[in-house]
């Protein structure tokens, strides 16, 4: 009996401790969630006042930071992700999924191109525009989230944040081939 109990307590022991010793960012299958709920909701902190629900907010693929016209999976959900924390916390965002006027590409996805944004704007009486950009580096992502307002192209609000480079990271990111 006693000899059970103790390799009982050294299997608890054990299994505690590989718990404690995996990687987090491994088993946090949520973490790229919160982390860009989270960003949005520090871009809506830092816009204040120059957000406003009544006014509509367009949104475009994040875009790798190496080449401004190249999109991932990741670069897609990011944008998703963060545009769905704007309309949970009430702001009308215009799915421009659904639009002809902005250049999309299967492979890609949407990008807001610098001489059609004031076009884009004006056709969806849009007053900011989300956009993002990443980078890949050996162990993380480095994420760069950013409303414009497209009346003057000012930044209004930018948020930098870091994602580990994980499994499901490698994928997301992976390139179309």
Known sequence: MRKTFH?????????????CMS???????D????????????????????????????????A???????SSTFGRVAS????SQFTAAGYSVVEMLLRNSVYISERQGEFLLSRAINEIS??????????????VGESNVFVTAKLIRTADSVIIASHDYV???????RTLLRQWQ
């Open 31 to 62: 973490l790229i969630t919160s982390t860009n709920r989270a960003a949005a909701n520090n871009l809506i902190r830092m816009a204040g006042p120059e957000i406003n629900p009544s006014n509509n907010i367009i949104a475009a693929s994040f």
């Open 163 to 169: 994602l580990p480079y994980t499994r499901d990271m």
């Open 7 to 19: 390799w009982l307590a050294i299997t608890i022991i054990a299994a505690t401790l590989a718990a």
């Open 64 to 70: 790798s930071i190496d080449d401004l016209t190249e």
């Open 122 to 135: 004006a056709e969806h009486n849009a007053h900011l525009v989300l956009v993002g950009t990443y980078a």
């Open 80 to 83: 998703q992700q963060l545009t």
């Open 23 to 29: 990687d987090p960012y491994e088993t946090g299958i």
